[in-house]
């Protein structure tokens, strides 16, 4: 399997460095606020990742963190006049209500940083030692830049570049102004823990160096986190991890691309975080899963409520063939015979070409395209009247399905029971169109009586009111079906 490695810049072959056992380490949230759409991308990318790598036989430990001391807490408690263990407490607890509606699986370890303020400053007192930090007279502890002369390798930036545009603050007290701090003397009205240099509290980059040295073996096969951490987060947590313990840190460094909302960067002036909660109002977890895996995991994704309902439909189809391959296998099967070879070998080479795209840098973008491949070549039997009935097409359609639970398996979309994935989408448009489904319900009820007694014109008439709701009915021999018109 290859994988996009952003310390080389380029795809490298990706073998665990023992045999059968992956560790993977990914930055996890600050816990003060609901997750946006940004998060939700984050957890999905790695969880997909670990899915695959178990899938291909790995027994794969993967720790993601919690923050749970930071300014953004400490003031959210402070406006709250809470605690800041509190709002984390409370924030991540909402992580995993929403972490579950998308079905990203908890982590094997998922330390919060608070349970590592020891060993965080073991790791200062080792830096300290080696000349690779110092403290200074107000209890601050600052890494020394310039120690460690690889800095700047994972991002690509050049250190007297760095240097020329920095400037040290008012009222810091670093040697030079690249100088990033491992620990903070206390201020008023904040958490702190006792220190070889007074009351005071980890800076941020240092807790994911204690916290993954604690619980997996250095180097980590696999580290990642968003774009966004390249620089300065992962770039520190590199510089820390291999000055303080003489040796790499991680051999893959893995980051997934941005969202954007509507074509602009998510950020606060412009106010247009999208929290995984307002998305789920009126949109199904498990396609907005789908809309997210549906980009190659490095490249940017735009969201949008139109590109979502868009890619809601591609997701419809694909839950309409399992659907209606279900139905079909409920008739009956008698006669022995094969399907046409061609369309076992076009399914063979579908599947193969899934794993393919996996296996090239989880390309779930294009083991989507190979799983909608799959579904038309599935459709095309379904519709073909000569082949119902055979064994063979029993044989494939059984195969199929069996597939769909791999697919579920490694992407984590697909699951679930396709006749109510169908319905709850069916209800969530229709209360997005505002379309009264009680009042469909009714009607339906109507339409039926009005075609038991055979009043066709009451029953066209009934019809005629539904395509005003924008409802389009279809009888079919389990009874009247409808949908949402396709013209919306
Ligand atoms: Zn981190």
């Known amino acids: 399997m290859q994988i996009y490695n952003t310390m080389s810049k380029h795809k490298e072959e990706f073998t665990p460095q023992v045999k059968g056992k992956v560790s993977m380490y990914a930055c996890g949230i600050t816990a003060y606020d609901f997750c946006h759409i940004g998060h939700a991308r984050s957890a999905i990318v790695f969880d997909v990742l670990s899915r695959y790598l178990t899938y291909k036989g790995n027994d794969v430990t993967f720790v993601r963190n919690f923050t749970d001391v930071d300014d953004k807490i400490i003031n959210r408690a402070n406006t709250e006049s809470t605690s800041p263990e509190e709002i984390a407490e409370r924030y991540i607890a909402a992580f995993h209500e929403d972490m579950d509606r998308l079905m990203v699986r908890r982590a094997t370890i998922e330390p919060k940083a608070t349970d590592y303020i020891q060993e965080m400053i073991e790791l200062c007192e080792k830096l300290i030692k080696d000349g690779h930090a110092y403290s200074t007279p107000s209890g601050d502890v600052y890494f020394r830049v310039r120690s460690y002369p690889e800095y700047g390798k994972l991002s690509g930036r050049d250190i007297d570049d760095m240097r020329s545009g920095a400037r040290v603050a008012i ?122 895996i549906s980009k190659h995991y490095r490249s940017p994704i735009d969201f949008s409520f139109d590109t979502m309902d868009d890619a809601e439909k591609g997701f419809l189809r694909v839950y309409e063939c399992f659907s209606e391959a279900e139905t079909a296998l409920e008739r009956e099967y008698n006669k022995k015979l094969k399907l046409p070879a061609e369309i076992q070998t076009e399914f063979d080479d579908l599947k193969q070409a899934f794993y393919t795209a996996m296996d090239d840098d989880f390309n779930t973008a294009a083991a989507l395209g190979h799983i909608f491949g799959i579904v038309r070549l599935v459709n095309r039997v379904l519709e073909d009247k000569g082949l119902r009935g055979k064994d063979g097409t029993k044989a494939f359609l059984e195969s199929f399905l069996k597939e769909k639970d791999i697919w579920a398996e490694i992407l984590g979309v697909f699951g679930n029971a396709p006749k109510s994935i169908i319905h709850d989408l069916r209800l969530l448009h229709a209360k997005r169109l505002n379309i009264n489904v009680d009042e469909v319900e009714r009607l339906l009820e109507e339409r039926n009586e009005a075609k038991t007694q055979k009043d066709f014109a009451k029953s066209d008439a009934v019809r005629e009111t539904l395509k005003q709701m924008h409802v389009e009915v279809r009888d079919t021999p389990n009874g009247q079906v409808w949908a949402i018109s396709q013209e919306i």
């Open 171 to 292: 009222g810091e007290e670093k040697e030079d102004p690249l100088d990033f701090a491992l620990w903070k003397g206390v201020k008023p009205s904040e958490p702190y823990w006792e220190s070889p240099w007074g009351k005071g509290r980890p800076g941020w980059h240092i807790e994911c160096s204690a916290m993954s040295e604690r619980n997996l073996p250095l180097p980590l096969d696999i580290h990642g986190g968003g774009q966004d951490l390249i620089f300065p987060h992962h770039e520190n947590e590199i510089a820390q991890s291999e000055a303080a313990l003489g040796k790499e840190f991680a051999k893959f460094w893995v980051h997934n691309g941005f969202v954007q909302i509507d074509s602009e960067k998510m950020s606060k002036s412009l106010n247009n975080f999208k929290t995984i909660r307002d998305i789920l109002e009126l949109r199904n977890p498990e396609a907005l899963r789908f809309f997210l």
